[in-house]
């Protein structure tokens, strides 16, 4: 049987592929360090966890759902004004099932064949498989250490701009750990209504950014509402990664768009996971204050251990991620990765798997403890890799 050919877009998940070899090492008794993939290791809240059991014991929560509860979308749009200052009506918001979900949705929901996406390079992978689902065609803006890992409206050609649809930002950024900055939001609303192009805003990490900052919303921009819509996931910040609960937030056209395509896709959240995410949002907000000042020691740990060991690792303005130069003895990331696994039991993911400009760098996230961090880098600097 010959397959659809949008098959041919994908190869293996790199993710799988460290994993089968770091399991074949731990059972050669090798200790492991995995910083791989973004799973955080903190607990969600007990009222969260209460909140999905209490529904799922009762039975008429069992039946489809249909739609989003009314309580869901008012405790988003309070949850938006009490933690950015943005207010929103519920009828500009969705649910997904995380913003993996989303953005495939989305692309297939406002894209047709041909379309032009503008995608960062490097990115989180998803956003191209996205793009590829709808047979659109990706146009990667760079995001490069000279510019701070932030978007250069310069680097788009002008014939560009004018043909594309859709672009997708992210900020705080995987894999780059990059910030935004008030001026990069204000010049890219500007960019954006100047050549009628719907900014796709992935806002995963606004609770996880380091120096005190304060982390936002694309619509605490003005003019943001009108050029954009912006994904808002709970995964990070309340750690309910399996859960897979997100949000499709902004204009209503294109959030009504794409609530018309999945209606014909599925039936809706499980009723006992929205009953999870209005606790969450509804909740008290000092675990996730404090999550964020733990991430930043993980960093600390990670960044500064590094440079005291001779390996010039940069501070990550914010996410859950660490972007580190590939010491100049190898030629690729990949390259790296598997001489760091082999002979440090570090996890690592390789840069190119983000892009063509992700190569010379690999990703840490911080999923372990610092005291496990400091442990780590002694493994690195014992096993030679750093030359």
């Given amino acids: 049987m010959k397959f659809a050919s949008r098959l041919d877009h994908f190869g293996e998940e790199i993710f799988a592929s460290l994993n089968e070899k770091k399991l074949e090492l731990e059972r050669q008794g090798k200790e492991i360090y995995n910083l791989s993939i973004g799973t955080p290791d903190f607990e969600p ?84 498989a996205g793009a590829l689902l709808a047979q659109a065609q990706p146009w990667y803006y760079p995001l490069t250490k000279e510019h701070g890992f932030r978007i250069h409206l310069e680097d788009i050609p002008e014939d ?83 859960a897979r609960i997100s949000f499709l937030i902004g204009r209503k056209d294109v959030v009504d768009a794409v609530r018309m395509l999945r209606s014909q896709i599925d039936f809706g959240m499980f009723l006992p996971i929205q009953r999870a995410a209005i606790a969450a949002l509804s909740g008290p907000a000092d675990r996730v204050k404090e999550q964020c000042r733990d991430y930043e020691k993980r960093r600390d740990a990670l960044c500064r251990g590094a440079r005291e060991i001779g390996w010039e690792i940069p501070d990550s303005g914010g996410s859950m991620f660490v972007w580190a130069p590939v010491p100049p003895s190898y030629s690729t990331s990949m390259e790296f990765c598997l001489d760091l696994l082999n002979k440090a039991g570090v996890l690592c993911t390789p840069g190119s798997s983000f892009g063509p400009h992700g190569e010379g760098y690999v990703r840490f996230a911080l999923v372990l403890p610092p005291e496990q961090i400091r442990r780590m880098l002694e493994a690195v600097k014992e096993s030679g890799v750093l030359g």
Avoid at 90 to 119: F, K, N, R, W
Avoid at 200 to 217: K, L, M, Q, T, W
Wanted: proline share 7%.
């Fill in 45 to 128: 809240g007990q009222h969260i966890i209460d909140a999905l059991v209490d529904s799922a014991k009762d039975p008429a929560s069992w039946k489809y759902s249909l739609r989003d509860l009314p309580e869901l979308g008012q405790a988003v749009c309070d949850y938006y004004l009490r933690r950015f200052g943005v207010e929103i009506n519920p009828d500009q918001v969705m649910s997904c099932y995380g913003t993996q979900e989303g953005v495939g949705h989305l692309a297939l929901a406002l894209l047709d064949p041909e379309d032009t996406i503008l995608l960062p390079d490097p990115c989180y992978p998803v956003f191209q």
């Fill in 160 to 242: 560009v701009a004018r043909r594309a649809k859709v672009m997708i930002v992210s900020f705080p950024a995987n894999p780059v750990g990059s910030t935004a900055t008030p001026k990069m939001y204000e010049e890219l609303v500007s960019w954006a209504k100047k050549y009628d192009v719907l900014i796709v805003h992935d806002n995963a990490y606004s609770d996880i950014i380091f120096e005190g900052g304060p982390g936002n919303s694309f619509f605490h921009t003005p003019g943001a509402r009108e050029v954009g819509v912006e994904f808002f996931s709970l995964s990070k910040s309340f750690n309910v990664t399996g």
